[in-house]
Each structure stands twice: as C-alpha cells, then as structure tokens.
Nanobody
Framework: QVRLVESGGGLVQAGGSLRLSCAAS????????MGWFRQAPGKERDFVAA????????TYADSVKGRFTISRDNAKNMVYLQMNSLKPEDTAVYYC???????????????????WGQGTQVTVSS
C-alpha cells in the first residue's frame, strides 16, 4: 500500500514557476513508476509526466514538454514536478500517482496507476 500526499501548489502569474512535491509512504516506493496528472474544471484527468523507478527514463505530455521536469529521490520517497513558464491553461488540480507495474514502461493512461494523492491546486493568472 502506498499513500501519496502532494504539496507546493498555489497561485502564480503567467511566466512564473512552481515546484510540486509528492511525499510517498511505503517501502516499495522505489520500485514504482510515478506519474503526475492534472484535471481542470469540467475536463478529464490528463497525463502530465511520468518517471521510471530508477529515474533514468521520463516522458511528458506535448503540452508541457520543455517547460516541466519530473524527478524523484528514492532515498526520501519523494517525487517532484518543476513547472516553469507557466501558462493560464496549466491551471488545474495536480495529482501524483503510483504504478506498481515497473516492467511495462511509462504509461500516460490513468487506470494503470493504482494509487493516487488528493491533489494540489495550481492556478496561473494571466
């Protein structure tokens, strides 16, 4: 069982930066693929980024490529999402998620992820 708690959200002006953190409980954290997703009001939950258990492999949604960076620290059971050059369309609730199947690559498909945090709100003003 893994418990995920996100933090670091807030209100920022367009062009600004935020760093989201996800604290994970559980000994198996270092074996999980970790992902970030986001959901804007009235929209479906969308993939943002994912990182392999080792941290060597990452993948991003086209909409955030070059602006966001996902990273992890297995010694601290933490996952991060550095968000730069933020745009109003990045406004959403951001969720951290864990996928126990580390042998099937990095997925952008929400049902692949078994564990989810409660989310943290990110609001980007124009």
């Amino acid at each position: 069982q893994v418990r995920l708690v996100e933090s670091g959200g807030g209100l920022v002006q367009a062009g600004g930066s935020l760093r989201l953190s996800c604290a994970a409980s559980g000994r198996a954290f270092s074996r999980y693929v970790m992902g970030w997703f986001r959901q804007a009001p009235g929209k479906e939950r969308d993939f943002v980024a994912a990182i392999s258990w080792s941290g060597i492999s990452t993948t991003y949604a086209d909409s955030v490529k070059g602006r966001f960076t996902i990273s992890r620290d297995n010694a601290k059971n933490m996952v991060y999402l550095q968000m730069n050059s933020l745009k109003p369309e990045d406004t959403a609730v951001y969720y951290c998620a864990a996928d126990r199947d580390s042998n099937s690559g990095l997925s952008s498909y929400p049902p692949r992820y078994e564990y989810w945090g409660q989310g943290t709100q990110v609001t980007v003003s124009s």
